[in-house]
Every structure is written in C-alpha cells, then in structure tokens.
C-alpha cells in the first residue's frame, strides 16, 4: 500500500524481486495497474470472518526498518501478538483515556510510530493526533497543544531539548496531563528545566524496532531523574556482563531481555531475511539489546551507551550519555554528543561535538571553559580532550545521534 505516486513507483522497482506480490493498494490517488483505496474500502464488510488459515499468532504481520545508529537499518519481522504489547505502552505510560487526544511525534514510516499513533492508544479507545512536518519547528508546535486539547505527548529527547530553548512559558500547556520521551536517553537537565516550566515530569522508557516498551516510568510511579524507569511485567530484563553473567547493583551491563522460558508477545521474529544478523543478537536464550545501562538499589535502570559507542581510554571505560549530560546543563549549549577519537597514546580519547545557540560564538576559550566545567563535575579522565563546535549534529530520521559520524 503506498499514498502517492512517487511511493508507487518505488514500490514498483521492488516488486519486479518481489513475483509474490499479488495486489496493489493505493491511497489518494490513482495508477494504472494499482486498486483504489479510497474508492474501493466502502465496498467492503466492517467485519472479519476469521478462517482456519487466517493469519494470526505467531504468523508475520509487519516488518520495519531500525534506526540505523551504528549501522545499516535492518528489516525486524513482527508477529499479530505485536500490537498487544502496546497496551502497556499506551495504558501505563503514555496514560492515555478514552475522551483524550494523544500527540506523539515520530515520523510515520518508522517504529515509533505503532508505538504511539496506532495499536496502544486504539486499544485504549484514545483519539490520536497526527501533524506531518518536513522539518521540526517548535514555533509550530507548540500552539497546537492549546488549539487542539492535546492531553498526551511524547516525543524524542532531541525535540524535547528544541522546545525548552524557545521561551515555553509564553504557551499555554496546561491540556497535557503526561509528557513522555523515548528514543534515546534524556538528559537531566532537560528534565528540569521542562518540569520548571510545565510543573510536569518528563516519563523516560526504553525500548527498541525489535521490541515494545522494555523499561519505563510507569503511572503511579516516581520517577528519578535520568532513570528510564524499571521492567514492564511484560520482558525478563536483566543485565549481563560480555560472558551473560548477570551483574550487581550498580555495575553497567548489558541490557536483555530473557527468553529461556517464554518467548513475550511484542518481542520481534528476527530480521527479516537476515538469520545472521538474528543469531548474533538472540541466543543462548537471550535478546541482547546492545545497549548498556545500570541498576541501582530499588530497581530503576540508568542509561550508560550502546555497547560500540563506549569510549575505552587509558584502560577506563567511558559512556559518553554522562558527559553529554553534564555539557548539556550549560546555557549555551542547544545540542552535544560525545564520541571516541583515536589517539596514539591512550587508545581513544573524549571527543564532544557541540551545537551552541544562536548569537553565541565558539571560541578556544570556550571550549576551555566546557572542558574545565566537566572535570569539576566527573571524574578527571572523562573531560572531553577535543571539542568541536558544528551547526547541527548527524541524526536518524528518528531524531537519533549517529554517534559514528560525529
């Protein structure tokens, strides 16, 4: 199915690899060779007469592209049981009801999208509102949540740290009751300055293309700063060193999911045509996530980095999350991220590429001052050796860091 031309015609490059394709769907518009969507759906029963043979379980449903952080994005498979696992997403985390308007912001074609504008907040009987835009702005958006009620939000950190540099207070957001973020780790200050505006926490979670929500600030629960939150009831997390062995209370590990037991509905079937790339992520009954994260006392999970993105200088392991987040706190700062470069002597050394607001001028002087700023706060041996300044940094469509091409 494809809604405009341009789509079709890509889709037509494909199927010529594609024999088993047999119908064409289109949507507002029409092509020779292509069934009509809008002309053809009032034909059809609102009902469903389920068959023996109908798909269903564990069968295939919908495949969709990764992120592509580290790497090439790879097709993860899902089965029915996938918009299942959605209802704690939209139930516990987004708190979405069934008089609301839920906004989530996240390019229809990825993930996030099932995540926020379909399965989750239908089951829960919430209306969704949808604004497709060709480049964030947040002049644009934040009207809308007055104009139209928008009673739930989430978006990618990224977004979040675009509205709170813009003088939020002139706006009226008193329609949102739960403000949520996922996608990559927030920072902490964007967290405080956000709740000092709004009077609202920003609920963190954590999941993946390949899975639902795995970690979360869930309703009725308090949020720690930083913290994505603690295990839905839904996955078997743990944390594991690089043999599998589970690790202490906080020591970083990897972040997995168990599957010796049972296999949970919302976990993916495997990359598509890809059993390679399957097995290197899922054995040994396992899913590892390859991203790293701690565990303190009571339970709440701490973002570290992705296992490849840890910066491994002079024998210390560094995550550059922490670093970005103390560089984040300075006013100047609109976006940072921290990266390894390679060096002679200690192997790798902190490199922090950063986005400063406008009218402020990087200096070597201020680069001094952000490296003094971050040995005063961490210990010594993380404070970023190179710092560059740059007009925006490398991302996914999803609004991601490409940690790899900085």
């Known amino acids: 199915m494809t809604h405009d031309g341009e789509g079709a015609a890509h889709a037509e490059e494909a199927f010529e690899t594609c024999p088993y394709v047999k119908t064409r769907i289109m949507c507002g518009g029409k092509r020779e060779g292509w069934r009509d969507f809008d002309e053809e759906y009032l034909r059809y029963r609102s009902t469903f007469n389920r068959t023996e043979d109908a798909p269903s379980g564990d069968d295939p449903m919908v495949m969709f592209f990764s ?15 996938y918009p299942l696992g959605h209802f704690i997403t ?25 995540w926020g ?4 907040q239908w089951m829960n009987e919430c209306a969704v509102f949808v604004y497709d835009f060709d480049r964030f702005n947040a002049h644009d958006i934040l009207p809308m949540f007055a104009k139209y009620n928008i009673t739930t939000f989430c978006a990618p950190p ?13 706006y009226d957001l008193s329609s949102i009751k739960c403000a949520c973020t996922a996608g990559e780790a927030l920072n902490p200050e964007v967290f405080n300055l956000f709740k000092k505006t709004t009077g609202l926490s920003i609920m963190e979670a954590f999941g993946q293309t390949e899975t639902t929500l795995v970690l979360g ?5 308090t949020p720690k700063i930083g913290s994505m939150g603690k295990p839905s009831p839904l996955f078997d997390v743990d944390l594991v060193d ?12 990897e972040i997995v999911i168990r599957t010796d037991k049972e296999i949970p509905a919302g976990l993916f079937l495997g990359y598509y045509g890809n059993q390679e790339a399957t097995d290197t992520v899922w054995h040994d009954g396992l899913y590892h996530t390859r991203d790293m994260a701690w565990r303190d006392e009571d339970g709440y ?8 993105d840890v910066i491994k200088s002079s024998g210390y392991r560094i995550g550059p999350f922490e670093i970005e987040s103390v560089i984040m706190e300075l006013p100047y700062v609109l976006e940072c991220g921290v990266s390894a470069a390679p060096d002679e002597i200690r192997g790798q050394v902190v490199k922090a590429s950063i986005v400063l607001t406008k009218g402020i001028e990087g200096t070597e002087e201020l680069k001094k001052d952000i490296q003094n700023y971050v040995k005063k706060r961490t210990a010594p041996y993380k404070y970023p050796r190179i710092v560059v300044f740059r007009d925006e940094l490398p991302k996914t469509i999803s609004g991601k860091i490409q940690r790899n091409k900085l």
């Open 90 to 114: 939209a139930h516990y985390w987004h708190c979405v009801e069934p008089d609301g308007l839920h906004f989530t912001i996240s390019d229809t074609g990825w993930g996030k999208a099932l």
């Open 158 to 170: 990224t977004m979040y740290r675009f509205l709170i540099r813009e003088d939020i207070s002139k």
């Open 117 to 120: 504008k379909l399965y989750g």
């Open 217 to 221: 600030n869930f309703a009725g629960t």
């Open 67 to 81: 992120s592509g952080t580290t790497g090439y994005p790879k097709l993860a498979m899902h089965s029915h049981k």
């Open 301 to 308: 999970f701490w973002y570290v980095s992705r296992t490849d």
């Open 242 to 253: 690089p043999n599998g062995n589970p690790v202490k209370a906080g020591e970083p590990g």
